[in-house]
């Protein structure tokens, strides 16, 4: 499974973006795909989530409200549509996904086993 992120770019606090992970190689429709980001010298942090098997969805809660996670299958891609940017969500966004994971482990980084290259967002204030 191969991974490709885009979208990322800068913008003006209260601005929005929209970052596209596109997926080629096998068709994921039991796999779950998330976003998570990372800045300098930190770990990588769990954004959002999306489990295509019962289309549930699970955010960060620094994000709830304003980050929105969705999958065009047709495409084989996942969306973040993010809203409302805050300087605090500067970062590189990665892409991930994982076959048939269960609700406990979708936050886990770990456990994810296909990641993009990332995508640079940064948010000025």
């Known amino acids: 499974v191969q991974l490709q992120a885009s979208g990322g770019g800068l913008v003006q606090t209260g601005g929005s973006l929209r970052l596209s992970c596109r997926a080629s190689g096998r068709t994921l429709t039991t796999y779950t795909m998330a976003w998570f980001r990372q800045t300098p010298g930190k770990e990588r942090d769990f954004v959002a989530a999306f489990r295509r098997t019962d289309r549930s969805q699970y955010y960060d809660d620094s994000v709830k409200g304003r980050f929105t996670i969705s999958v065009d299958s047709a495409k084989n891609t996942v969306y973040l549509q993010m809203n409302s940017l805050k300087p605090e969500d500067t970062a590189v966004y990665y892409c991930?996904?994982?076959?048939?994971?269960?609700?406990?482990?979708?936050?886990?980084?770990?456990?994810?086993?296909?990641w993009g290259q990332g995508t640079q967002v940064t948010v000025s204030s």
């Open positions: 991930a996904a994982k076959n048939r994971a269960i609700v406990s482990a979708v936050r886990d980084a770990s456990g994810y086993h296909y």
